[in-house]
């Protein structure tokens, strides 16, 4: 979990087009643009699409193929990374583990 001093998205929700930052170790390096805005107050996974811009975390050589100019969900790469991991979630696209890039 991030820092109890960090504000994540779920605080205050972010605009469409947001850069976004990973704010926990599981998501420490990652950056991505939301193609839609995240609601206040939502601590789930990204809601509609978005874009890797670049990976991190633990899960960073995994990640590093989805660095292209494709969007995605999501659920679309969690569902392929996971199980590589012995896992069915990961946490790393949640608004409460992201915040706005500065």
């Known amino acids: 979990m991030p820092s109890p001093n960090v504000k994540t998205v779920s605080v205050d929700g972010v605009p ?5 930052e990973g704010a926990g170790p599981s998501n420490k390096g990652l950056i991505i643009k939301v193609g839609r805005s995240q609601p206040k107050g939502y601590t789930g996974w990204v809601k509609g699409s978005l874009k890797v811009l670049q990976a991190g975390g633990p899960y960073k050589s995994e990640l590093e193929k989805y ?12 569902y392929e990374v996971a199980p590589r991991f012995g896992k069915k979630n990961l946490m790393i696209f949640n608004c409460n583990m992201l915040r706005l890039k500065e």
């Not at 469409?16 to 976004?20: K, T, V, Y």
């Open 16 to 20: 469409a087009g947001s850069i976004l």
């Open 67 to 78: 660095v292209t100019d494709e969007d995605f969900t999501a659920e679309e790469i969690i």
